[in-house]
């Protein structure tokens, strides 16, 4: 008895002592030691158990002490050189949820170099001296009943400290606030145990309410009618580093852009900071909002399949929906997400020519390369009105490829480390300007009545260390990449251009400015749009004069807020009210006037 006593309290000890160890391994791989201060001394708690919880967990099922230890430090150890090395080339922290992409994710970091840094060196460090731990455990054997009795205990304190102490949204707009409070491993769990409900209800919801909203919605615009074809385009890191810092340049990289006529331009709120295509380019096709969705990857963890979205809507006007992406059809599950979206025709990298690259940008094709292709499955479509999408792929971190004389744009600014790749990165955007171009003068020449948009959809993962602090609010100038809107034929001048826009608006928008028919929920969606441009993934919205406010608190704007999150949570939930007939327009069918066929004249732009 005493024996086992004595084994017990070792373990215990060991375990103890280790778990310890793995929780400052993980810990480490998001900052180094001078970072810790600001975390709460309970939340470092709250962390730590949490790691000796998963230790004592394995210890139960195994009821091997030395290879539960091994069990738990593998794990710990390969989540915090995964967190590391994805901390450093993607600007954003692992999660568990990414495991769903790990495809995309080899794909993604086959363009970097990784390095043993010193933070590196002692994560193995800590993981080699507990792999010799568990060796001298060999010999030990376990108790079920004494594991049971901690397990149990230390499961009644995870499950009061998730609900209790830690928030439930504890990562809001940014990682580095929310590590800097609550420490990585505490983050990490509670994003993990998110991940598991999908789409959370606002507080407010209410099923009946919403149900007699869309059954007596009366449309606001019974005179939009048009059919014109709509072009969507997601500009992988399209951003201007002026949002940020004041770049001095021997050119403008926006140049054509922003001197477009018939044009509206603006800044287009995304959801993520540094990284995150995948979410923005779900509030971009569905104009649902993520806010209701935090910390997942929506094609894989949210049900898209026969819901209402942009595509599905237009679809219902007599539209022809195409959606294309440069890369393979396998990452993010777009092979499977698009056709779920609603779209007749998807391609995807195999349907694509040997790709142009600039200079030694070799993994990424340019944009005037997609564009080209863009027209040419633009003019293989039948003479039903357009909606096509595209993901662009050209200005992808990293950016330490290019050599000097290939820079086409030059910061004055002296960047320290970064110099060459703000380089690197305005010459990008400098391409995608001149790209632009090429797809403007194609479309100007073109008799259907086109419209296109196109967005960035997250700065790139530098702009924060290069950011001057009193540039203003971070939190949103790191979400405001810029958009346009341009048209052929329909006149945009007259239109008021949104400032900042959220992109989950961005569908209503285009479609109010194209007078396009739009439903119950896009409609709702615009008309919050013209008071609160602005809302948030992180729940706090901004009103037309900049102001402020939080979801939930008192405005003049809450009771319209929370109207539209309440569709967008019936929405994303697929309620049946959503998707029945009750929930168009009270307007009877018209019969879609079918544009003429193309004509053009040659353009820059080969086949």
């Known amino acids: 008895m005493k024996a086992n006593i004595k084994t017990a309290l070792l373990c215990i000890t060991i375990f103890a002592v280790g778990a310890l160890y793995q929780f400052f391994a993980l810990e480490l791989s998001y900052c180094d030691y001078t970072e810790w201060v600001g975390i709460e001394p309970v939340n470092f708690a709250v962390g730590y158990l949490t790691i000796l919880f998963l230790s004592f967990v394995l210890l139960l099922i195994c009821n091997r002490p030395w290879l539960a230890l091994l069990m738990s430090t593998i794990i710990t150890t390969a989540t915090a050189l995964a967190n590391y090395y994805i901390l450093e080339t993607r600007g954003a922290p692992f999660s568990f949820v990414q495991l769903e992409n790990i495809t995309t994710a080899l794909h993604v970091i086959s363009s970097y170099r990784f390095e043993l840094t010193p933070r590196v060196q002692e994560i193995l460090i800590i993981a080699v001296m507990l792999l010799i731990a568990s060796v001298l455990l060999r010999t030990k054997k376990g108790s079920r009943r004494y594991s049971g009795i901690v397990t149990m205990v230390l499961g009644v304190i995870m499950v009061y400290s998730y609900n209790t102490i830690i928030p439930t949204n504890v990562v809001g707009w940014s990682w580095d606030a929310s590590v800097s409070k609550y420490g990585y491993t505490t983050c990490l769990t509670k994003c993990t145990l998110q991940s598991t409900v999908s789409v959370v209800p606002p507080e407010t919801y209410n099923e009946s ?6 059954a007596e919605y009366k449309t606001v615009s019974p005179e939009a009618n048009s059919t014109p074809d709509i072009i969507f385009i997601l500009n992988e890191s399209w951003y201007d580093l002026n949002q940020v810092t004041d770049v001095q340049a021997n050119e403008n990289a926006f140049s054509y852009i922003y001197s477009l006529e018939n044009s509206l331009q603006g800044r287009c709120v995304v959801p993520g900071a540094g990284g995150g295509t995948n979410v923005s380019e779900y509030e971009y096709l569905t104009g649902n909002t993520l806010s209701l969705s935090p910390n997942c990857n929506p ?59 600039y200079g030694h940008r070799f993994y990424y094709p340019t944009d005037t390369w997609a564009f080209r292709h863009l027209i040419q499955w633009y003019e293989e479509m039948n003479d039903a009105p357009r909606v096509m999408y595209l993901l662009t792929i050209q200005n992808h971190g990293g950016y330490e490829s290019l050599k000097e004389s290939e820079y086409l744009v030059q910061t004055k600014n002296d960047y320290g480390e970064y110099t060459n790749q703000v380089n690197e990165f305005l010459t ?38 290069i950011a001057e602090k009193d540039k203003g609010d971070m939190e949103l100038l790191l979400r405001s990449v810029p958009y346009v809107i341009w048209s052929n034929h329909i006149n945009l001048r007259d239109e008021t251009a949104e400032k900042n826009i959220s992109l989950h608006f961005m569908p209503a928008y285009v479609m109010d400015v ?36 939080r979801v939930g608190e008192e405005s003049i704007y809450k009771d319209q807020v929370d109207c539209y999150l309440g569709l967008a949570y ?3 939930k697929k309620q049946d009210f959503m998707m029945d007939g009750s929930y168009t327009n009270k307007l009877e069918s018209a019969a879609a006037t079918t544009p003429s066929s193309v004509t053009y004249k040659e353009t820059a732009i080969s086949k």
């Open 209 to 214: 309410t919403m149900r007699q909203y869309v």
């Open 299 to 357: 094609f894989n963890t949210i049900d898209i399949s026969h819901g209402n979205s942009f595509v599905t809507h237009l679809e219902s006007l007599g539209y022809y929906s195409l959606a294309t992406h440069t890369e393979e059809g396998a990452n993010y599950s777009r092979d499977m997400a698009f056709p779920a979206l609603g779209f007749d025709t998807v391609h995807f990298r195999e349907d694509y020519s040997k790709p142009d690259w």
């Open 428 to 465: 990008c955007m400098s391409l995608t300007d001149k790209g632009f171009e090429t797809l403007v003068d194609y479309f100007s020449q073109v008799d259907r009545d086109v419209i296109i948009c196109m967005v960035g959809d997250h700065a790139p993962i530098f702009a924060l260390d």
């Open 514 to 549: 194209a007078n396009v028919r739009m439903n119950t929920y896009f409609e709702t969606a615009n008309e919050l749009r013209k008071n609160v441009p602005v809302l948030t993934s992180y729940n706090v919205y901004l009103d037309n004069e900049g102001n402020y406010y």
């Open 570 to 572: 019936a929405n994303m």
